[in-house]
């Protein structure tokens, strides 16, 4: 049997399967039985708690039957007092009273309010208003009633113990017209008796929604989006938990609201949470107790393999030792014995074919390279360079002088950094000084104009990707004709991007060598090598890869050619795209 078929069953059947099953059904049983009760128990106080509501509710409608069928009300709001003094005596010796009992018997009411409908009856004190002066909400809602209903509502559900209020129209005696509406103002009272019952303390919560009404962010902002998703569900079930919340849910018809008490499951189920604590305890010690046994199962197997890496890394030229280890038994037949047996005979091999002859021919090749290599140093590069500067402005030869002033920057940018990152004022200078030193050579045959409107010193980019575009501006369309050509960079940018443009007037590139360029930089890294050697184009493709790498997002390098008009080669910069190791800084 193979090595990596005995490493995958050992752990299989000895640590996953039993490790896994264990926990696994343990927490079921403990999980599910727990929360499944709890959850039962408290709907059932819920559904107690509605039915008390219920009753509170059905007691406080009760007071619109003592006024309606009590004849001094019917009269003064049906305008039957023909005087002010006989409507303020039947309201001080038997509607006042009606009311003030009312009150007394209701202690959760803030406010008693009849608004009348007629204009010529009395308006006495703050229980009897005009109808124009309720809200135009509420005027909507008590033009739907019908007689003999009323209609509760909850003004600020979104509190956490709302008021209530309760309307319902009053009738003249023959039913035949209304003449005022009662108004009920229920105070904090009555939900703080609600939410006492249904156990609202601690970290428990409470959200009113009004039927057909989508959630409150606000209430929710706490929440996790499954359960958000829950409250807005119009078939939501009595109760629901997942591993963050428990919902319990109720519909209160009365005051045409749902009703969710949302708990965190943390909290809650501390008890489980305990025992969560021992199951994990008890399959740590589980898992170290296999893993010990997993060990020397496998010590066995590891062991070799140890032995053959240690040799591996204490390999070199003067140690080529024959064997790994006089311990190992050559006539295992497993990988790990056919792997050191033919181990052992390359490196018996490597050692004849080693010989001290060429490993003193490859020293001394070495040796002549490190000797070659050490003769140019960058710094005698830049002193002969400002050398012959020098002598040239001695001499008032102000051609040599500028371009190998500007010859010496370039050398000084190129092998000075150690770094691939620069600014993109630096890549800007470098051009410069790269076209004069062209225009220098071409003459009349070359001009350009640099335009920059953005902030250069302020963009990072990797070095050399403007100087292999001007290149080829110079080589594919300056020196491919005898004709005048204008060379343009032009740096831009808008809210999104970053646009760099190099177009040229040459001779511009045929169609189907446009077409392949354009695919190259479109394809990347997929392009094979016979592509890249069919009509250049690695300049160009080692660019864009850079600039794709290095800005990310939809950064990209874009051709666009006519012939004998000219070539233009934009890279496009995304702003807000993850920069390797920087940040485009573009104010």
Same mark, same amino acid.
Request: net charge negative; with cysteine; charged share 25%.
């Given at each position: 049997m193979s090595i990596i078929r005995k490493i995958i069953i050992g752990y299989v059947f000895l640590v996953f399967i039993p490790v896994v099953t264990f926990g696994y059904y343990y927490y079921v049983q403990i999980y599910g039985n727990l929360t499944q009760q709890f959850m039962e128990s408290r709907q059932k106080i819920l559904e107690q708690a509605r039915a008390n509501m219920k009753a509170d509710l059905t007691r406080i409608e009760s007071i619109h039957r003592l006024l309606q069928y009590n004849p001094y009300v019917t009269d003064y709001l049906s305008g039957a007092y023909e005087s002010d003094s006989e409507s303020i005596y039947a309201y001080n010796r038997y509607i006042s009273p009606i009311m003030t009992q009312s009150l007394f018997a209701n202690p959760e009411i803030e406010s008693l309010r009849i608004y009348k409908t007629k204009a010529?009856?009395?308006? @006495?004190?703050?229980?009897?208003?005009?109808?124009s002066s309720l809200d135009s909400k509420n005027k909507e809602l008590v033009s739907l009633l019908k007689p003999g209903?009323?209609?509760?509502?909850?003004?600020?559900?979104?509190?956490?113990? %709302?008021?209530?209020?309760?309307?319902?129209? @009053?009738?003249? %005696?023959?039913?035949?017209?209304?003449v005022g509406l009662l108004e009920l103002r229920i105070g904090r009272g009555l939900m703080q008796k609600f939410y006492k019952a249904i156990g609202m303390e601690g970290d428990w919560e409470a959200?009113?929604?009004?039927?057909?009404?989508? @959630?409150?962010?606000?209430?929710t902002a706490r929440m996790d989006e499954e359960t958000r998703k829950l409250l807005g569900a119009s078939d939501t079930e009595p109760y629901y938990i997942n591993r963050k919340t428990i919902v319990n849910h109720l519909s209160i018809e009365e005051l045409g609201v749902r009703l969710f008490v949302v708990g965190k499951v943390d909290v809650v189920f501390h008890t489980i949470k305990r025992k969560e604590i021992i199951l994990i305890s008890t399959v740590v010690v589980f898992l170290a107790a296999l893993s010990l046994a997993y060990y020397v199962l496998a010590s066995t197997i590891t062991k070799r393999i140890l032995r053959l890496a240690r040799h591996m890394r204490n390999l070199n030229d003067n140690n080529m030792r024959p064997y790994i280890s006089k311990h190992d038994n050559p006539n295992r037949q497993d990988e790990i014995g056919f792997l050191i047996t033919t181990y052992n005979s390359m490196i018996q091999r490597m050692d004849e074919l080693i010989n001290n002859v060429h490993r003193a021919e490859l020293r001394n090749k070495e040796a002549a390279y490190k000797v070659l290599q050490a003769q140019i140093k960058p710094h005698f590069l830049y002193n002969t360079l400002e050398t012959i500067r020098m002598l040239a402005e001695s001499n008032n030869d102000k051609e040599i002088a500028d371009i190998s002033f500007w010859f010496g920057r370039l050398m000084r940018y190129s092998l000075s950094s150690k770094e691939d990152q620069t600014v993109l004022a630096k890549e800007i200078e470098t051009v410069i000084f790269y076209l004069n030193i062209h225009k220098m050579r071409l003459r009349n045959r070359i001009s350009y104009k640099i335009d920059i409107d953005v902030d250069a010193d302020q963009i990072a980019c990797p070095r050399f990707i403007l100087q292999p575009l001007i290149e080829n501006s110079i080589i594919h369309g300056a020196a491919a004709t005898l004709r005048p050509v204008h060379i343009?960079?032009?740096?831009?940018? *808008?809210?999104?991007?970053?646009?760099? +443009?190099?177009?040229?007037?040459?001779?511009g590139i045929p169609e189907d060598k446009l077409s392949r360029l354009r695919s190259m930089?479109?394809? #990347?890294?997929?392009?094979?090598?016979?592509?890249?050697?069919? #009509?250049?184009g690695v300049g160009l493709i080692n660019v864009s890869e850079r600039v794709k790498s290095f800005f990310g997002g939809a950064s990209r390098l874009v051709?666009?050619?006519?012939?004998?008009?000219?070539?233009?080669?934009?890279?496009?910069? *995304?702003?807000?795209?993850?920069?390797?190791?920087?940040? @485009?800084? +573009?104010?």
């Open positions: 010529q009856v009395l308006r @006495i004190t703050d229980r009897f208003l005009e109808i209903q009323g209609a509760w509502i909850v003004p600020d559900s979104g509190a956490q113990e %709302p008021r209530l209020v309760f309307y319902q129209n @009053i009738y003249n %005696p023959e039913f035949t017209e209304i959200i009113l929604l009004p039927f057909g009404t989508a @959630i409150i962010e606000d209430t343009s960079l032009h740096a831009s940018e *808008t809210a999104d991007e970053i646009r760099i +443009c190099i177009s040229d007037s040459g001779i930089l479109t394809e #990347g890294d997929d392009i094979h090598p016979s592509k890249e050697n069919e #009509g250049g051709l666009d050619s006519e012939q004998s008009q000219g070539t233009r080669l934009t890279i496009i910069i *995304t702003k807000g795209a993850a920069v390797n190791d920087e940040t @485009i800084n +573009c104010r």
